[in-house]
Structure formats: C-alpha cells, structure tokens
C-alpha cells in the first residue's frame, strides 16, 4: 500500500513557544486524513506582544483593567498602605513591548 500524499496548507498562530517552533495545531484532525486531502497546519509565530501603556497616576482599578484588557497580569504592591489607590510607579516603562502574559508591578498608594 503506498504512503499518503500530504500536501500541508500552511498558517501561522501566536503561541508562547518560539517562532517556527512547532506545530501548534491540525485540520483535519490526526486519525481522519484522507489521500491528496488538503490538511492546515498552524506553525506557531511566537507570543504575541503589547506595547505597555502609561497607567502612572490613574486610579488602581482603572490601571488594572486596561492592563488585563490588553492580556498582561498584573501584581499590586502597597507599600504604605495604599489608601489614596493611585498607581505611583509601574515596573515596566510605557511604550515597552512585552509578551502578552508579562506580569506588570504596580505600585499603588
């Protein structure tokens, strides 16, 4: 019996791996190929990246959900409490490009 032929169709997807890296997924799916059926690979691009913005004055809450928004986590200190809620120092500088899922430090009193 001869070998399939596959002709793989080529896409590319951000993943956390590096750019190349793998295969991150298949259509159709293994176990279901067909001869000369076409079959769609997604070759991983790399994390995708966000450029930081500046949250440094704004309220807590409003820092914190325009970093979750664009996919970063997001870790609180309160060094002195805290009681005024305002971000005073970000652990990376705006305008910062960083993988999303980068964990970003706020300083907040």
Not at 1 to 25: E, H, I, N, Y
Not at 34 to 55: C, E, N
Not at 91 to 97: F, R
Request: hydrophobic content about 40%; cysteine-free; proline content about 13%.
């Amino acid at each position: 019996m001869p070998s399939p032929q596959l002709f793989p169709l080529p896409k590319a997807d951000w993943r956390a791996t590096g750019p190349g890296v793998s295969v991150s997924s298949q259509s159709p799916a293994t176990g279901t190929l067909f001869q000369k059926a076409p079959v769609t690979l997604a070759v991983s691009k790399g994390p995708q990246f966000v450029t930081v913005p500046p949250v440094i004055n704004k309220p807590e809450g409003e820092a914190n959900s325009i970093l979750v928004g664009l996919g970063l986590k997001v870790k609180i200190e309160r060094p002195f409490g805290g009681a005024d809620g305002t971000v005073r120092l970000q652990s990376v500088a705006p305008g910062t490009s960083v993988p999303r899922g980068t964990t970003i430090t706020l300083i907040v009193v």
